[in-house]
C-alpha cells in the first residue's frame, strides 16, 4: 500500500526492470539489453522485450543462449498475452511469434575494465560487507572506492610480465635441455603418471566420472578426446587455438610458473598493488592471499626479531659452524643437523646482522635453539602472521608452515611502522547509488613491539645490501640508490627450490614477491636458477624502478624512517656500507678481512677497502 501511495504503476515497474536478474549475470533491463542483443532498451524490438519479459518468470530455464525453444514457448506466451491486452493485433502477434530468435550475445561484466586479481579480492570484501549489512552490491548500484593506486598497479604488472616472461622462457628451456618435464620429486626424477593424478583431483574428471560412471573405456576416451581450445601463451596475444585433450591441457599448464606480488603503505596499511598471478583471464588462483607456501629464509627476520626483543643485538655474534639441535617430538629424542646453501661452513664468529644479510642456516638455526622455535612462532603471528605455524626447530628456515605474500606483507611492514601492525586495506569507502556515505574505513594499528625493535629490524633488513655478500646484492643492478636510499630485505628459497621470495622495505612501501609452480613438485633443480634472488629479487627491482621513475608518483628516495627513541649505540655494528654495487672478491678472502676487521686486528696497507 504505501508503495502504491508513492508511484505509479509505471515506476514500480521500472524500479523491478532496473534491478531484477535477467541471467547470465545480467541485473537490470539495460544489462541485459546489451547481453542478450547487444543494444539499448529503447532499441529493442516487440519479439526482444517479450524474450526478456518472458525470462524473468526463470531466469535460467527461459535463458535464450542456452534454452532456445524453452525460451521461445515463453516468449510467445508474452506475446499472446500483449494481443489479449489489446497491445498488439491478432496478425501483428502472429508475425511475431513466427520471428525466429537471434540473439548477440556477450555477457555484460557489472564492471568496466579487464578482468583482475585485485578486482576478484575488493569484490569478495565489499560483497562480505553488504552480507553482513543487508546491501546487495550490484542490486543497490553501491559505488567502492578502492586503496589500489592505478599506477603503481600499472608497473607491478608490467614488472611482472616482463620478467616472467623472460624466466618462463628459461625454465622451458631448462627441462627441454634435460629432455623431461618439470614435475620431479626429491631425487630429481620425474613422478610417474603425474598428469593422470593431477586429472582425477580436477572438477572436470569428477563430472566426466559421474557422466561415465561404470563405463572406463568411455571416461578415458573422453579424456583424451581433442578438441580446438584457446590457451595462455607468453607470445603475441596469448589467445592460440590447439587442438588438445583434457590431459594434453592440464599437462601444458602444469609447465608456467606463476608470481604473486603485493605493495602496501606500511603506516595506513593501504594496499596499493595487487597482482595475484600471470593472467586472470586463464590462472584464477590468487597468489596474493589464497596461495600459501613455505617461506623460506624470508621467514628468519622473525627468528632474529625475537632475539632483538629479548636483548639480543645485531653485533652479537654466533659461530658458522656445522651443529647438531637436539630435541622432543611426541616423545622420542631426535636430531637435526642443518646445511648452509654451499654446504660450506667459514668458522667465522660472526654477527648476527652480518648472518641474516648472508642468510646463515647455521647461525639461524642456533639462534632460533636460543630462544625457542615456540616464542619465534609466537612474534610472527605478533607482527601479522596469521596461518598456523609448529614450533619446530626448523621454523626460522620457512619449514614451520605455509603463509601468504598478503601475511608477509602485513609483518614485514610492522618493522617499518616503528612497531605498530598496520591492518590490510583494500576498501576506504562504500556510497549508495546517491553518493551517500554509508561505511567509511579507516586505517586500524595496533602496537606490537617496542619501535626500538622495529628500527633495529629495518637496520638488519638493510644488511642485505650494505654488508658483503649480502643476498640483496643483486639491487645494485637497478636505479635505486640516488639520495641516500635505503632498500632493506631478505631474500627466500624454499628445498628444491620450489618458492622464490623477495621482500623489500623502504621509507614509504613495503612489497612482496613470489615466484614458483603451480605444484612444489614444478621447479628448477639448481639455485643458478631456481633461488628467490634469481627469480623474485628481479620483479622487486624492476617494479620499484619503474615507481621511483614515474614523475605522476612523485615517490621521494630517502633513509628508512629514524625511530622516535635513542637507538643504544653498541647495537651498531662496524662495517663497510658501500654506495655502489661492489666489485666481485672472492668469498673466502672477504671472510678473512672481516674477521681481521670485526676482531680489531691491524689491516696490511696493501688492502684497500
Not at 4 to 25: C, D, H, M, P, W
Not at 400 to 426: H, K
Not at 544 to 557: A, R, S, W
Request: net charge neutral; charged share 25%; with cysteine.
Amino acid at each position: 500500500m504505501e508503495l502504491e501511495r508513492r508511484y505509479t504503476k509505471n515506476e514500480i515497474l521500472a524500479l523491478y526492470f532496473n534491478t531484477v536478474e535477467y541471467g547470465s549475470q545480467a541485473y537490470g533491463v539495460k544489462v541485459a539489453a546489451k547481453t542478450f542483443y547487444s543494444t539499448s532498451p529503447d532499441s529493442l524490438s516487440i519479439e526482444q522485450a517479450a524474450m526478456l519479459v518472458g525470462m524473468l518468470n526463470n531466469p535460467t530455464a527461459y535463458n535464450p543462449q542456452f534454452h532456445p525453444e524453452a525460451a521461445k514457448r515463453r516468449r510467445d506466451l508474452v506475446l499472446t498475452r500483449m494481443g489479449q491486452a489489446g497491445v498488439l493485433t491478432a496478425a501483428e502477434v502472429a508475425v511475431q511469434q513466427a520471428t525466429p530468435i537471434v540473439l548477440q550475445y556477450q555477457v555484460e561484466k557489472h564492471v568496466d575494465g579487464p578482468e583482475t586479481y585485485y578486482r576478484s579480492a575488493i569484490s569478495q570484501r565489499a560483497n562480505e560487507w553488504c552480507r553482513q549489512n543487508g546491501y546487495d552490491l550490484y542490486r543497490d548500484g553501491l559505488k567502492v572506492y578502492t586503496t589500489i593506486d592505478s599506477r603503481m598497479q600499472g608497473h607491478a604488472e608490467e614488472s611482472v610480465d616482463k620478467k616472467m616472461k623472460s624466466l618462463q622462457q628459461a625454465f622451458d628451456r631448462f627441462w627441454r635441455n634435460r629432455g623431461t618435464d618439470p614435475w620431479v620429486d626429491e631425487d630429481g626424477n620425474v613422478i610417474p603418471n603425474f598428469i593422470e593424478t593431477q586429472m582425477k583431483r580436477t572438477q572436470q574428471y569428477k563430472r566426466l566420472a559421474a557422466r561415465y560412471a561404470g563405463q572406463p573405456a568411455r571416461l578415458d576416451s573422453a579424456l583424451n578426446a581433442k578438441r580446438p581450445m584457446k590457451v595462455f601463451t607468453w607470445k603475441g596475444d596469448r589467445d592460440t587455438t590447439l587442438l588438445l585433450s583434457p590431459l594434453d591441457s592440464l599437462a601444458y599448464y602444469k609447465h608456467f610458473l606463476h608470481a604473486g606480488l603485493m605493495t602496501m603503505d606500511p603506516y595506513t596499511g593501504q594496499i596499493k598493488a595487487w597482482v595475484g598471478g600471470i593472467d586472470y583471464r586463464f590462472f584464477q588462483y590468487d597468489h596474493v592471499k589464497q596461495g600459501k607456501r613455505q617461506a623460506g629464509s624470508t621467514f628468519k627476520p622473525f627468528v632474529y626479531l625475537t632475539a632483538l626483543d629479548n636483548g639480543y643485538a645485531p653485533c652479537d655474534r654466533i659461530r658458522d659452524e656445522r651443529v647438531t639441535i637436539n630435541y622432543v617430538e611426541n616423545g622420542q629424542p631426535m636430531e637435526w643437523k642443518p646445511d648452509n646453501v654451499t654446504r660450506e661452513y667459514t668458522g667465522m664468529n660472526m654477527t648476527l646482522r652480518y648472518a641474516m644479510a648472508r642468510s646463515v642456516n647455521s647461525v639461524t638455526a642456533q639462534l632460533t635453539e636460543k630462544v625457542g622455535w615456540d616464542n619465534v612462532a609466537k612474534y610472527a603471528h605478533k607482527v601479522g602472521i596469521k596461518s598456523k605455524l609448529l614450533g619446530v626447530p626448523s621454523i626460522g628456515l620457512g619449514s614451520g608452515g605455509d603463509v601468504s605474500v598478503y601475511e608477509m606483507v602485513n609483518a614485514y611492514s610492522t618493522f617499518v611502522n616503528q612497531g605498530f601492525r598496520p591492518e590490510p586495506m583494500l576498501i576506504t569507502r562504500i556510497e549508495d547509488q546517491n553518493g551517500n556515505v554509508l561505511v567509511q574505513f579507516d586505517p586500524r594499528q595496533k602496537r606490537v613491539i617496542p619501535a626500538e625493535t622495529a628500527w633495529l629490524m629495518t637496520y638488519m633488513l638493510r644488511g642485505g645490501m650494505e654488508e658483503p655478500g649480502g643476498t640483496s646484492q643483486a639491487l645494485w643492478d637497478y636505479e635505486l640508490w640516488k639520495k641516500n636510499n635505503q632498500i632493506g630485505g631478505k631474500t627466500g628459497t624454499t628445498s628444491n627450490y620450489s618458492d622464490g621470495w623477495y621482500m623489500g622495505i623502504t621509507k614509504d612501501l613495503v612489497t612482496g614477491v613470489w615466484v614458483g609452480g603451480e605444484d612444489r613438485s614444478i621447479h628448477f633443480v639448481g639455485s643458478q636458477q631456481g633461488e628467490g634472488g634469481r627469480t623474485a629479487l628481479p620483479i622487486f627491482g624492476t617494479y620499484m624502478e619503474k615507481l621511483y621513475q614515474d614523475p605522476e608518483l612523485d615517490l621521494k628516495m630517502g633513509p628508512l624512517p629514524q625511530p622516535t627513541v635513542k637507538i643504544n649505540k653498541k647495537y651498531m655494528c662496524v662495517t663497510a656500507e658501500p654506495r655502489r654495487r661492489p666489485e666481485p672478491v672472492d668469498s673466502l678472502v672477504m671472510d678473512d678481512l672481516l674477521e681481521k676487521i670485526n676482531s680489531g686486528l691491524a689491516i696490511p696497507d696493501s688492502i684497500k677497502l
